[in-house]
């Protein structure tokens, strides 16, 4: 049974930080995309970030680039974001995301609020 279980996320003031993590099981993770997407209160979920199956590779969106770091710990089957310098327009539900080929796994999400 594949899941993916998002921790980490909470209330923080602007300019604060925070740490997701998202472990993973029933499924190669190492073969895996992992990605971390976010759906802001009354918008479209959107791609933040996103690291290769081996982490040699990662992509952000323009918005994140400097305060947010993707890793992942493929012993440990786990994906973590760190988020710094954390602003009021970060404030969603970041959920964690397991892509190859056709299939694409989902975690629940977790809420992060920023507060001004």
């Known amino acids: 049974q594949v899941q993916l279980v998002e921790s980490g996320g909470g209330l923080v003031q602007s300019g604060g930080s925070l740490r997701l993590s998202c472990t993973a099981s029933g499924f190669t993770f190492s073969q895996y995309a992992m990605q971390w997407y976010r759906k802001p209160p009354g918008k479209e979920r959107e791609l933040v970030t996103w690291i290769s199956g081996g982490g040699g590779h990662v992509y952000y969106i323009d918005t994140v680039k400097g305060r947010f770091t993707i890793s992942r710990d493929n012993a440990k089957n786990t994906v973590v974001l760190q988020m710094n310098n954390l602003k009021p327009e970060d404030t969603a539900i970041y959920y964690c995301?397991?892509?190859?080929?056709?299939?694409?796994?989902w975690g629940q999400g977790t809420q992060v609020t920023v507060s001004s």
């Open positions: 995301n397991a892509e190859r080929d056709n299939k694409n796994y």
